[in-house]
Every structure is written in C-alpha cells, then in structure tokens.
C-alpha cells in the first residue's frame, strides 16, 4: 500500500476556479477549499496603494504516485513556479481513519505499484511551521519570523472549539476567532524561526501564539529552496 500525503496548494484567489478544475482533472476525488489572506509587509502594500492578497488554500489527500504526477504537472501545465502564481506542498501523513476513508481519498490508486522511492521524514529538507493564534496579530507573528529569516505566509481565519484546559495553560478562550499562519521553511531555519515566534508572540504574550512544524517532502513553485 502507498503512503498517503495532505498537498497543500495556496493560490491567488483569482486563480481559484482554475485550480479548482485542475485537480478535478487530474482526478482528485475529494478537495477542500479555504480563503485565505497573504502576509506582505502593510508598509510595502502602501507605497503601492494595494491591500494584502487575497488567497485559496486548496487541500487534497493522494497517494505517492498521484503526489508525483501532481507536482510535475502544477510546474508543467499550471507554471505554479512563476512569480506571484502560487505554491504547493506535500506533507506525510501517517494514518488514515479506516480502509473506506482510505479508498475514498485514493480513489482505488492505492495498491499501485510505488515508482519513486518514498522519503523517511527525517530526510525532508523543507518543513511546514504552522503558527495559531488571537485574531489580529498575524503582523506580530511575522515580524518575528522574518528577524529569524523567514520569507511571507499565508493566513487562514478559523474558530476554535477547544476546552477549558486550553484556556488555564494557555490562557485564552479557544473558542475566540482565531488566525492560522503556515510559513514554508528550510530545515535549518526552522528552529530559529519558531524560537522568534515563540520569544515575541508565544502565550505569555497579547497574541497568545502556538507553534507547531510538519515534514514536507516535496515542493512545487519554491524556486528559493530548489537545489538542482
């Protein structure tokens, strides 16, 4: 049986459709779509009279094979690499809740036969840093993450639905809005990036930040991480 990956692929919000149909014909059985909002500094979104971008956050679950054919294709027929046009990550998962579920998302790929060598987690070179945190301090957030070397992120609005536990540690309601930020890093930076984060935004902090990283294992328009 295949390993199983969540690919996660943000996009201009104009280009929305497109993708939307791209990933139906490429056969991905079930996707879900999300808006979101871009990072850029508001200083620099200022001088050119422009407000922040707004993004898709499209998620699909596939098998090694679909995974490959999906990021050849992203670069090849969606130019996903051109500047501005968006960027897709693969994530490892490491179960799937029951053999229909599985089926589901594979869409009976999953017993095809595995022709690129599946990567241990350990040899990921890019990791995806997820940060949550109180509505209203995604610049907070940044800032820190840029002095410890990171680029922009992409912001999704969510609500909690968590307990009272999480208030006493953390002391926040979790049931407030709240803002989840993913920032795509390399490895090595990754541990000062959210060391940043935690320093300036954690939960001692007005943004009361939680930090979190996943594996990504393959990349589709993120020329600055491409060694080849």
């Known amino acids: 049986m295949q390993k199983m990956y969540l690919l996660i692929t943000i996009t201009n919000r104009n280009d929305s459709d497109e993708f939307t149909s791209f990933f139906s014909s490429k056969e991905i059985p079930v996707m879900y779509s999300t808006t979101c909002q871009g990072t850029a500094r508001q200083k620099t979104l200022s001088l050119f009279g422009i407000e922040k971008s707004s993004k898709s956050v499209h998620y699909c679950i596939v098998t090694e094979n679909k995974k490959a054919e999906l ?31 599985l089926e589901a998302f594979a869409n009976g790929h999953q017993d095809d036969e595995i022709e690129n060598e599946v990567k241990n987690m350990n040899e990921c070179t890019t990791e995806l840093i997820v940060v949550i945190c109180a509505k209203g301090h995604t610049d907070t957030i940044m800032d820190a993450a840029r002095s410890a070397g990171a680029g922009g992120g992409t912001v999704v609005h969510a609500k909690g639905t968590g307990s009272q536990y999480t208030n006493k540690f953390f002391g926040l309601s979790i049931a407030d809005e709240k803002e989840m930020i993913y920032i795509v890093s390399t490895k090595e930076n990754k541990k000062g990036i959210m060391k940043a984060i935690m320093d300036g935004a954690g939960p001692h902090t007005d943004a009361h930040a939680v930090v979190f990283s996943l594996p990504v294992s393959d990349t589709a328009g993120l020329r600055i991480f491409d060694k080849d």
Not at 83 to 97: E, K, M, T, Y
């Open 71 to 101: 990021i050849k294709a992203l670069t090849r027929e969606m130019a996903i690499d051109l500047p501005n046009r968006g960027i897709s990550v693969a994530i490892p998962l490491s179960s799937i809740g029951g053999r229909k579920t």
